[in-house]
């Protein structure tokens, strides 16, 4: 890796309990070179063995954590599903301390299409505190921009970086995730997804580096969407970021390639 202020990464994603899948992952993670870091994508409930098991299999590497967001939403309709996320999120955050993990990156969820915006805008900064208030550990904690996804009655947020700049007037402490891909699916180009992270470079603590094509698709392999991956590098040296990227690509052979295109940028 040239530039050695940033991190350059890959996913491990725990869906389950087998172990021999994550060791299958992590051979593969092993077989790519110069991985700096791992981000865990833990969305299976893990007991304290599994967890020291998983320790144990991420030793070589530095962790990162993505939590988990199968049914949880910070801005659910719903009072017991926001609680049930928050008390998630803080185990979530117990057991990065655990695995040694620098940031955690959470899900802000799924909102009824029809709830007014200073209501919404209400509950999630609660949540977001509780979640802050409540923590007394070391692990920064971000939140993530989400494809612009619509099921029935829900939608996700935040969808754009507009959203995220909304948030951030709001709650001035709070950090982010830049996903790449969702960004080009919300229409937003490489320009300004830029200067969004030059702005914000501070407060961005992970970006998710895939491919997209605008108001389309995403998690497309590096060079099979709008991302000039080149100029996107060359933006990043001189902005002067420096926290994590993790490839989020979604099968071994689009990492695989994608990897090979980025790691010695």
């Not at 590497?61 to 999120?89: Q, T």
Request: glycine residues 6%; hydrophobic residues 40%.
């Amino acid at each position: 890796m040239k530039n050695k202020e940033y991190s350059k990464g890959v996913f491990l994603n725990i869906f389950s309990k087998n172990k021999t899948d994550w060791k299958k992952q992590i051979n593969f993670i092993n077989s790519l070179p110069d991985v700096n870091h791992i981000e865990i994508l833990l969305e299976d409930d893990l007991s304290s063995s599994e967890i020291r098991f998983l320790k144990s299999l991420v030793k070589k590497y530095n962790v990162i954590i993505h939590g988990p967001f199968a049914h949880l939403s910070l801005i659910s309709p719903h009072y017991e599903v926001r609680d049930l996320a928050v008390k998630i999120y803080l185990r979530t955050l117990k057991t990065a301390e655990f695995l040694g993990a620098k940031v955690v990156t959470f899900h802000v969820g799924a909102k009824l299409k029809f709830t007014p915006g200073k209501g919404l805008i209400k509950i999630l900064i609660q949540n977001l505190r509780r979640i802050k208030d409540s923590y007394k550990g070391k692990v920064v904690f971000t939140i993530e921009n989400l494809p612009p996804e619509e099921r029935g009655i829900l939608k996700h947020f935040p969808c754009s970086l507009k959203d995220l700049v909304y948030i951030k007037r709001l709650i001035p402490w709070i950090n982010f995730t830049l996903d790449i891909g969702h960004a080009f699916q919300s229409g937003e180009n490489l320009e300004e997804i830029l200067k969004f992270i030059k702005k914000y470079k501070n407060s961005i603590k992970d970006i998710h580096l895939h491919d997209g094509t605008l108001n389309k698709e995403a998690h497309l392999a590096i060079g099979k969407g709008d991302l000039d991956i080149d100029a996107f590098f060359r933006s990043l040296n001189k902005i002067g970021y420096n926290n994590y990227i993790t490839l989020e690509t979604i099968s071994k052979e689009d990492t695989k390639n994608s990897w090979s295109k980025i790691y010695k940028l």
